[in-house]
C-alpha cells in the first residue's frame, strides 16, 4: 500500500519531504527526484537511492527494486500508472523510468517508495504542439563554492514547463578557502570573488570522485526544488568533466595523457548519466565514450534544438581564452558540433513550422569584440566565435528557416540579449534573431568589467550585467517572446531575494 500525502504546490514549498524522512538516518532519497526529457506522451522519471550520498551512496551492491507512481494530481490520489523499478551498483543505484503513452500538455505527479521511505513528491508536464503560450526557464553555470542556488528556489516558484540547464552543472575543481579573496582579473585591475561553500574533494577525476561531487550538489534544497517542480532538458558544458575540453583532448595534456583523459571523461559521462533525467546512458566504443545529449523538443510556438557543443567539437584553433585571428580558426572544416549533428540541426531548421526556431547552445552563438576597431578583433575561441565557417552556415540556414531565431545560451556567467544579424560580425546587416545568454546560478565572472569597456565595440549586445548572478525566464507566445532576466541580490547569502534585472521582447530589440 502506497502511501499518499499531501503535496504543497511549488508557490508555498517547491519541494515537499516527510519529516520523518529528513530525520532518518537511512533515508534513501537524500538527492530529490527530477523529470526529464519530456515529450507529448512521456518523459523519463528520476532518482537515485543515496542514503550515504556523499560516500559512494551507500547502497548495498546488487540489484534493488523501487516502486513508483504517476498521478494526475498534487495530492497523488488519482493514479495513472504504478509499477517497480529494477536498479543496481552498476549504475549507482539511479532510476531512469522512460513513459510513454501519456496524453500531450498535461501536468502529472510521480513518486518513488523504497523500503518504508517515500520520495519527495515531483511535477512534471508532457509537451504540445497545441499549447498556445509555454514558460521556460533557463540556466547554467552553478559553481557550489562561488555562492548559493538561490535562483532555484525563485525557479522553483515559478513553476515553469520546462527548464532548459545549457551546461556547467558541476565543477570538478578541488576544494577552496571559505571567505571573500581578490583576484586579479586583468589590465591591472583585481576584483572580489567569494567562495560561500567548499567542494567535497580534490579535482575528481573517478567515478567514485564525481558521483559524490554530483551528490553534494545535489544536496542543495532549491536545486532539488527546481527538479521537482518541472521536467528539464540537459547539456553538459565542459566542466562536468574538465575546463575547456575539447572531444578527446584535456585542457591540459602535459597533466594527463590522452587514455587517461579518456578514462575520466567516460567516469564524468557515466557519473553525469546517473544524476540526469536523460534517456540514454554512455556507450563506450573502444576507449571513447559517447552520451547522446542533443535532442529536439516541441514546446507549442517554440521548437527548442538543445545542441552539445562540447562532445564533438575540433579543437579550439590556438588553444583557450581570448585570442586574435589565429592558427586554424577559419579553415571552413572545423565545426563545434561535429558533421552529424550539424546535418541533423540543418535539417530541423529547414523543417521546423513554428513559430520560434530555438538553439539552445552551451556557449555564445553572437560574436563579441574585447578590443577597440581597427586592431586585430580578440575573441573568445572557446565559442562559436571560435568556429566562424559553420556559425555562417548555421545563420544562413537560421535566415532561410520559416520560424524567428532564437538561441539560448550559457558559460560566460552573463547576462546578455543580442540581435543576431546576417553578418555575425556586422550589426549594419539584416537582423536574422535574437540571443538570450543566461548569466550563472552561482559562477563569478572575472570578465565582467572587460565586456562593459567594450560595449560600445558591439552593438547587437542590446541589455548586459555580468555583476549578477540567476537565471532567465521565457514566457513565449506565437507573436512574441518575453525574456525575463531574473536576478539575484547576494548570491553569498542564503535565499536572498531575487528580482528581475530587465525584462525584453523579441519585438522590441
Ligand atoms: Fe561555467
Not at 564533438?312 to 572545423?334: E, F, M, S
Request: some cysteine.
Amino acid at each position: 500500500m502506497f502511501t499518499r500525502r499531501l503535496f504543497l504546490t511549488s508557490a508555498s514549498a517547491a519541494l515537499w519531504l516527510p519529516a520523518a524522512a529528513r530525520s532518518a538516518a537511512r533515508y534513501p532519497f537524500t538527492l530529490g527526484v527530477a523529470s526529464g526529457s519530456p515529450r507529448d506522451d512521456g518523459m523519463v522519471l528520476w532518482t537515485r537511492l543515496a542514503p550515504d550520498p556523499l560516500n559512494g551512496g551507500g547502497m548495498p551492491k546488487g540489484t534493488t527494486e523501487v516502486r513508483w507512481r504517476l498521478c494526475s494530481d498534487a495530492a497523488m490520489s488519482q493514479e495513472v500508472r504504478q509499477g517497480v523499478f529494477t536498479t543496481s551498483d552498476a549504475v549507482g543505484h539511479s532510476v531512469h523510468l522512460v513513459l510513454k503513452g501519456l496524453k500531450p500538455g498535461r501536468e502529472y505527479w510521480y513518486q518513488f517508495h523504497y523500503a518504508d521511505a517515500d520520495s519527495p513528491v515531483g511535477r512534471t508536464r508532457t509537451t504540445s504542439r497545441a499549447d498556445a503560450s509555454i514558460k521556460l526557464a533557463h540556466a547554467s553555470c552553478q559553481s557550489y563554492e562561488g555562492g548559493y542556488f538561490t535562483a532555484y528556489k525563485d525557479m522553483a516558484e515559478w513553476t515553469p514547463d520546462c527548464v532548459i540547464h545549457v551546461g556547467d552543472y558541476i565543477y570538478e575543481g578541488g576544494i577552496g578557502t571559505l571567505g571573500t579573496r581578490m583576484r586579479d582579473i586583468g589590465r591591472g585591475r583585481r576584483q572580489a570573488f567569494e567562495t560561500v561553500r567548499l567542494h567535497n574533494s580534490a579535482e575528481i577525476v573517478t567515478l567514485w570522485d564525481y558521483r559524490n561531487r554530483y551528490a553534494l550538489y545535489k544536496s542543495d534544497t532549491n536545486l532539488q526544488a527546481a527538479h521537482a517542480a518541472a521536467p528539464w532538458i540537459v547539456a553538459m558544458d565542459d566542466h562536468e568533466v574538465d575546463n575547456n575540453w575539447a572531444a578527446g583532448i584535456p585542457q591540459d595534456p602535459h597533466a594527463q595523457t590522452e587514455l587517461e583523459f579518456r578514462v575520466r571523461k567516460l567516469a564524468a559521462f557515466q557519473a553525469y548519466w546517473e544524476h540526469m533525467p536523460i534517456e540514454k546512458p554512455p556507450v563506450l566504443n573502444g576507449i571513447d565514450s559517447t552520451l547522446q545529449l542533443y535532442g529536439r523538443y516541441r514546446f507549442g510556438p517554440a521548437e527548442i534544438n538543445l545542441l552539445d557543443t562540447r562532445q564533438y567539437r575540433d579543437d579550439q584553433a590556438c588553444g583557450d581564452n581570448r585570442k586574435q585571428p589565429c592558427g586554424v580558426l577559419t579553415d571552413p572544416d572545423r565545426t563545434l558540433t561535429g558533421r552529424a549533428q550539424e546535418q541533423w540541426l540543418l535539417d530541423g531548421i529547414a523543417r521546423s513550422d513554428a513559430a520560434f526556431t530555438v538553439l539552445a547552445s552551451q556557449t555564445w552563438f553572437s560574436s563579441f569584440r574585447y578590443n577597440p576597431a581597427p586592431e586585430a578583433p580578440e575573441r573568445n575561441l572557446d565559442q562559436w566565435d571560435g568556429y566562424p565557417a559553420q556559425r555562417q552556415k548555421l545563420t544562413d540556414a537560421l535566415q532561410r528557416g520559416k520560424g524567428h531565431p532564437v538561441v539560448v545560451s550559457g558559460d560566460w556567467h552573463c547576462s546578455a540579449a543580442t540581435t543576431l544579424h546576417s553578418d555575425p560580425y556586422d550589426a549594419k546587416t539584416k537582423r536574422i534573431g535574437h540571443e538570450f545568454a543566461g548569466t550563472s546560478i552561482a559562477s563569478g565572472c572575472p570578465w565582467a568589467r572587460d565586456m562593459t569597456d567594450a560595449l560600445s565595440e558591439n552593438p547587437h549586445v542590446r541589455y548586459y550585467n555580468g555583476d549578477k548572478r540567476g537565471y532567465v525566464r521565457h514566457v513565449v507566445t506565437a507573436g512574441d517572446w518575453t525574456a525575463q532576466f531574473r536576478t539575484v541580490t547576494d548570491p553569498g547569502v542564503e535565499n536572498s531575494p531575487v528580482t528581475t534585472d530587465t525584462e525584453v521582447h523579441t519585438k522590441d530589440i
